[in-house]
């Protein structure tokens, strides 16, 4: 069964730490995706990565960092949290073309609170 | 806009009865859609999706019908279960990118016993 798998379900850290949210996935996929949901908002796209050590913006980078040192690992970093930050964080990835993949694999989420 | 939660737009219905979500999708130039449901605490997964050249697919209890002249897509579950209940939204890949997708406004289902 393939699998994308965040490493944390919950997460409760102070303003201002240095937050790490790892993603992992087993399908070799090319893309990578980090969003956030919230009531209200819907998914909202933080950065993707099309490639190893490459990224881009999406909608809401404001505040966070990416990394993607190997193909199937994708970080996502709080450099330094805010309780704005408060929120669901979902993982995704994909392959190169989606529409005969089946779109985006998520992982089950990471819910972060910012206290 | 999109919402997710409390400001849900909620689709109540009784159990074994069908079920019909709609999704308005922005751009007309989009050529693959997909529904996703996502349950409490858990992850979208996908559930069926479509191509611009079909009008209509059938899985497994879904259906999805595309209408291309008004921008709409619906989901259609038949003899809804418990287990349907659940946040269903769709996704469209516009044009210019083969791995993008926009995700629109989600729908919680809530099927009563």
């Known amino acids: 069964d393939v699998k994308v798998t965040q490493s944390s379900r919950y997460l409760v850290k102070r303003t201002g730490e240095k937050v790490f949210l790892e993603c992992v996935q087993d399908?070799?996929?090319?893309?990578m995706f980090w969003y956030r949901q919230d009531p209200g908002l819907g998914l909202r796209l933080i950065y993707f990565?099309?490639?190893?050590?490459?990224?881009e913006k999406g909608d809401i980078p404001e505040g966070y960092s990416v990394s993607r040192e190997k193909k199937e690992r994708f970080s996502l970093i709080l450099e330094s949290a805010s309780t704005n930050q408060t929120s669901m964080y979902l993982c995704?990835?994909?392959?190169?073309?989606?529409?005969?993949?089946?779109?985006?694999?998520f992982g089950s989420g990471t819910r972060l609170t910012v206290v | 806009g999109e919402s997710v939660g409390l400001h849900l737009p909620t689709l109540s219905v009784q159990e074994g009865d069908n079920s019909i979500i709609n999704c308005a999708y922005s751009n007309s130039a989009s050529d693959y859609f997909i529904w996703y449901k996502q349950e409490s605490g858990k992850g979208p997964q996908f559930i069926i999706d479509i191509r611009s050249n079909m009008d209509k697919r059938q899985g497994q209890r879904v259906t999805v019908l595309l209408n291309k002249t008004v921008k709409h897509l619906s989901l259609q579950i038949a003899a809804t279960q418990p287990g349907d209940s659940a946040v269903y939204f769709c996704?469209?890949?516009?044009?210019?990118?083969?791995?993008?997708?926009?995700f629109g406004s989600g729908t919680r289902l809530l099927v009563r016993p």
């Open positions: 996704a469209e890949n516009p044009p210019g990118s083969s791995y993008k997708l926009i």
């Open positions: 995704a990835s994909a392959s190169a073309s989606i529409n005969t993949n089946y779109g985006y694999t």
């Open positions: 990565s099309y490639d190893v050590k490459m990224k």
């Open positions: 399908m070799d996929h090319e893309n």
